[in-house]
C-alpha cells in the first residue's frame, strides 16, 4: 500500500519522535486529516490529548487508528464468495480481480453470472472471465440469478475446484426486491456449498457519499455482511473513508480497489495499513 496515501504519509510522519503538539499544530492535522475525507468525529478521537506530556504522538495514534479500524482476511479456499453492492459500485470488476488474486496464487477460481437482469453484465463478466483465465457459469438474461450461482456452485463442487464467486444485481425496481433476490440467493448459494464456507462481501465505492451507508446498513440486517471491499482508492488518496466505514458500520474490510486494472487491487490489513502510513 505504500505510496497509495502518500499525503497522509507525509502529514503523520511529521508527529514521529515530537514531544508534543501545539494547538497550532493541532489545527493542521485536523484540516489535512479533513481533507482527505475523514470524519469530524474520528478525527477528533484520534486527536484527543494528543500532545499531553511523556506520551509519543505516533505511537498515541497508531494505537487509537488500529482501534477503529476492523480488517479480515480474504477467505481461505475452498470458499464461496458472495458480491453485493449498489449498483457501480465495482462488484463485477473486482469479482475479476479476486479471481486474478486467487489464481495468481495457484487456486482454481470459477464465477457465476448472477447478473441475470442486463445482457451487457453478463458479457461483461465474461470478458473479464476470458482475460483472467477464469472459468464462468452464465445463463441467457432473465434467468433466475439464483438458479445460476446454484449451477456455479454445482460446477465448482464437481470439478473441484478452490473458489466459487457470485456476481449479483446492483439495482431492482425497489431496495426491497433487491433485498429480497438477495436473501434468496444467499440461501439457495449456502446450501448448495454443502458445509464449504461461504463469505457474503459488501463492494462500497470509496467517492460516494452518505448514503451508500444506509444501503450498506441495508445489506448488513437483511442479508449479513462478512467484510467490505472498498473501491475506487486511487487518484483521490482518500484514505479518510476507510476508517470511517469501520468506524459507522462496525464491519472489517477485506480488501481495496485502486483502479480499473486487473492487478489494482489488494487484501486490506489494518496493521500493516496503519504502519506504513507512518513510514
Ligand atoms: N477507478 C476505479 N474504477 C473502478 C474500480 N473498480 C471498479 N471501477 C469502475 O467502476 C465502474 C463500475 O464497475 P462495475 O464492476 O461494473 O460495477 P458493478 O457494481 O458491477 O455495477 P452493476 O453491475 O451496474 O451493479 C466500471 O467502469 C469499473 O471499471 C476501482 O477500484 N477504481
Ligand atoms: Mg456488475
Known sequence: MDGLFAKMTSLLAGLSGKGGTTDMDRERYTDELLSMDMDINVIERLMEKMGAPGTDPSELLKERMKQILLSVPLCAPA?????????????????????????????????????????????????????????????????????????AVMAYRHRAMDVVIGDTAGRLHTNVNLVNELKKIKSVMTRAMAGDRLVTYLVMDATIGKNSFQQAKLFEEHIGIDGIIITKLDGTAKAGIIFTICDVLGLPVVAIGTGEGMDDFMPFDRDAFVEGLFK
Open 79 to 151: 470458499c464461496g464468495i458472495l458480491m453485493v453492492g449498489i449498483n457501480g459500485s465495482g462488484k463485477t470488476t473486482t469479482i475479476a480481480k479476486l479471481g486474478r488474486w486467487y489464481t495468481d496464487r495457484g487456486y482454481s477460481v470459477i464465477v457465476g453470472a448472477g447478473d441475470t437482469y442486463r445482457a451487457a453484465a453478463i458479457d461483461q463478466l465474461s470478458i473479464l472471465a476470458g482475460r483472467t483465465g477464469i472459468d464462468i457459469v452464465k445463463a441467457k438474461p432473465g434467468v433466475d440469478p439464483a438458479s445460476v450461482i446454484h449451477d
